[in-house]
T-cell receptor
Framework: GAVVSQHPSWVICKSGTSVKIECRSL??????MFWYRQFPKQSLMLMAT?????????EQGVEKDKFLINHASLTLSTLTVTSAHPEDSSFYIC???????????FGAGTRLSVL | LAKTTQPISMDSYEGQEVNITCSHN???????ITWYQQFPSQGPRFIIQ???TKVTNEVASLFIPADRKSSTLSLPRVSLSDTAVYYC???????????FGSGTKLNVKP
């Protein structure tokens, strides 16, 4: 299957700082990528849909000014958690569907801990 | 939008066949059914996808009845390494709308 790389895998930051997470499709182009958040022992919660060359679409209840998404190329989307607070601590996962296939391929996830 | 329902957890023993069912009563005509496996602190991994009847690959089978209101993931002869959470996802092929189930925690015992 297609490979999606996510970086970093783990990040610790101080409250009030911003953190950027990268999601790359390594062997295919992705005009669309998805960002999820997952709390312990819970399912994945879709946060937003990242669209190459246009604005991201956010799910209801997700603050777009808090979670900035940039999809500047066909292989890279970034999620920036701005002014992070302890309640933003979570597991963030990205995915990308390979063009023509109805399958989402997921990154390994990023564990964010805000102190 | 098809909401999905899965059992919270299941136990099995090594070498047994495991069947995990997902209910999706409101599945739409354009929706596909996809199953993923997730280990702790990792992203989900694609297992299998189907639209109707039966699909089989090297790791699993997917059974979908004619009314498509449910689907069953079948894992043959599980091993300890199959201990994970299994999610069903229902959605259209353009990802306009899709829904992850709550996941089934499979615990394989020796």
């Amino acid at each position: 299957g297609a490979v999606v790389s996510q970086h970093p895998s783990w990040v610790i930051c101080k409250s009030g700082t911003s953190v950027k997470i990268e999601c790359r499709s390594l062997d295919f182009q992705a005009t669309t990528m998805f960002w999820y958040r997952q709390f312990p022992k819970q399912s994945l919660m879709l946060m937003a849909t990242s669209n190459e060359g246009s604005k991201a679409t956010y799910e209801q209840g997700v603050e777009k000014d808090k979670f900035l998404i940039n999809h500047a190329s066909l292989t890279l989307s970034t999620l920036t958690v701005t002014s992070a607070h302890p309640e933003d601590s979570s597991f963030y996962i990205c995915s990308a569907p390979e063009t023509g296939l109805n399958i989402q391929y997921f990154g390994a996830g990023t564990r964010l801990s805000v102190l | 939008l098809a909401k999905t329902t899965q059992p919270i957890s299941m136990d099995s023993y090594e070498g047994q066949e495991v069947n995990i069912t997902c209910s999706h009563n409101n599945i739409a005509t354009n929706d596909y059914i996809t199953w993923y496996q997730q280990f702790p602190s990792q992203g989900p991994r694609f297992i299998i996808q189907g639209y109707k009847t039966k699909v089989t690959n090297e790791v699993a089978s997917l059974f979908i009845p004619a009314d498509r209101k449910s689907s069953t993931l079948s894992l043959p002869r599980v091993s300890l390494s199959d201990t994970a959470v299994y999610y069903c996802l229902v959605g259209d092929r353009n990802f306009n709308k899709f829904y992850f189930g709550s996941g089934t925690k499979l615990n394989v015992k020796p």
